[in-house]
T-cell receptor, first 113, second 114 residues
Framework: GENVEQHPSTLSVQEGDSAVIKCTYS??????FPWYKQELGKGPQLIID?????GEKKDQRIAVTLNKTAKHFSLHITETQPEDSAVYFC????????????FGTGTRLTIIP | EPEVTQTPSHQVTQMGQEVILRCVPI?????FYWYRQILGQKVEFLVS????????KSEIFDDQFSVERPDGSNFTLKIRSTKLEDSAMYFC????????????FGEGSRLTVL
């Protein structure tokens, strides 16, 4: 089955700086890669996703890149703000539309004011 | 904005007891899921449900677990005889259907088995 590795497990950045979180996956059939943000006491919330037919996607301060050959994908947050502090999970699935997601282990991002 | 709601938010139970976790998915969604997250660990898929039947389940989802959509709005997860290792946060999620991608998660039900 799919295995998703995520690094780093914790990340602290100064407000206004950029943050990068990286994930690798094992199943070459995976075709959908969402990123979720989980705030304390809440469920994961989708912030951005990418399909395997695209190399990069951007939404305001958030971008995701995908390298299918190397089987890795990354989340980039620019101009970080205190409200970006949360746990971020990457995920992958080969079953787009069924959403049996395999999650990474999470990155606790702390923005230092 | 429509959301997935879950009850209870926290349940404490004795080992061996039956537990039912309840979820109300978003009303026009067709696919329903249960995931769980043991404290400090990754979110893990348990089961997906579509058209009143299980479409896929993980190794975790053994005979002690069952899901049901008893009416047009609720989606439940039953654990027949709880074990200590069932202690976790259980998340319900729903999605519109094929080729939509986005899962909407509820806020979770924390289960503590003593």
């Amino acid at each position: 089955g799919e295995n998703v590795e995520q690094h780093p497990s914790t990340l602290s950045v100064q407000e206004g700086d950029s943050a990068v979180i990286k994930c690798t996956y094992s199943d070459s059939a995976s075709n959908y890669f969402p990123w979720y943000k989980q705030e304390l006491g809440k469920g994961p919330q989708l912030i951005i996703d990418i399909r395997s037919n695209v190399g990069e996607k951007k939404d305001q301060r958030i971008a995701v890149t995908l390298n299918k050959t190397a089987k890795h994908f990354s989340l980039h947050i620019t101009e970080t703000q205190p409200e970006d502090s949360a746990v971020y999970f990457c995920a992958a699935t080969a079953n787009f539309g069924n959403e049996k997601l395999t999650f990474g282990t999470g990155t606790r991002l702390t923005i230092i004011p | 904005e429509p959301e997935v709601t879950q009850t209870p938010s926290h349940q404490v139970t004795q080992m061996g007891q039956e537990v039912i976790l309840r979820c109300v998915p978003i009303s026009n969604h067709l696919y329903f899921y249960w995931y769980r997250q043991i404290l400090g660990q990754k979110v893990e898929f348990l089961v997906s449900f579509y058209n009143n039947e299980i479409s896929e389940k993980s190794e975790i989802f053994d005979d002690q677990f069952s899901v049901e959509r008893p009416d047009g709005s609720n989606f439940t997860l039953k654990i027949r005889s709880t074990k200590l290792e069932d202690s976790a946060m259980y998340f319900c999620a729903s999605s519109k259907g094929v080729n939509t991608g986005e899962l909407f998660f509820g806020e979770g039900s924390r289960l503590t088995v003593l």
